[in-house]
Every structure is written in C-alpha cells, then in structure tokens.
C-alpha cells in the first residue's frame, strides 16, 4: 500500500510558475514508477508526466512539452512536477499516481494503482 499526498498548487498569473510535490509513505518508493494527471472541470482525467523508478527516464505530454518537467528524490519519497510559464489552460486538479512496474512509463490512467487526493492549480489570464 502506498499512501500519496500532493502539495505546492494555488493560485498563478499566467505566465508564471509552480512547483508540485508528491510525498509517498512507502519504503519501496524507489521501485515504482510515478505519474502525474490532471483533470479539468467538465473533462476527463489526462496524463501529464511520469518518471521511471530510477529517474532514468521521463515522458511528458505535447500539451506541456517544454514547460513542465517531472523528476524525483527516491531518498525523501518525492516526486515533483516544475510548472513554468503556465497558461489558463493549465487550470486543473493535479493527481499524483504510483505504479508497480517500475521500470516502464505508462500513459493510461488503468496501470497506475495508487492515487493521491490531488492538488488544485488555477492559472488566471
């Protein structure tokens, strides 16, 4: 069982930045592969980011290419999501989700087993 807590959302003026935190309880952090989400009012659930358990490898969605970046310390159980230059666009719930395989990098929300609550971020115009 892995418990996930995310921190650092709020409020933002377009064009500014932030930084997300997801803090595991599990000692076996390092073995699982960490994602992030989003959902916006009215929308679906959609990938953000996500990053190999050793921190080897990361995948980004085109949407944030460029301005988002994922990476984590597997010695304080962390995973983080840099956000810069944010638009309004990027307004939403931030989830982070954990996944046993470890080693691969998922975009579908199915293969990922634990979630956090998430965390709200608002970008105004």
């Known amino acids: 069982q892995v418990q996930l807590v995310e921190s650092g959302g709020g409020l933002v003026q377009a064009g500014g930045s932030l930084r997300l935190s997801c803090a595991a309880s599990?000692?076996?952090?390092?073995?699982?592969?960490m994602g992030w989400f989003r959902q916006a009012p009215g929308k679906e659930r959609e990938f953000v980011a996500a990053?190999?358990?050793?921190?080897?490898?990361?995948n980004v969605a085109d949407s944030v290419k460029g301005r988002f970046t994922i990476s984590r310390d597997n010695a304080k159980n962390t995973v983080y999501l840099q956000m810069s230059s944010l638009k309004p666009e990027d307004t939403a719930v931030y989830y982070c989700?954990?996944?046993?395989?470890?080693?691969?990098?998922?975009?579908?929300?199915?293969?990922?087993?634990?979630w956090g609550q998430g965390t709200q971020v608002t970008v105004s115009s």
């Open positions: 989700a954990a996944d046993r395989s470890g080693g691969y990098i998922y975009t579908a929300r199915w293969r990922y087993e634990y």
């Open positions: 599990s000692r076996s952090f390092s073995s699982y592969a």
């Open positions: 990053i190999t358990s050793s921190g080897s490898s990361t």
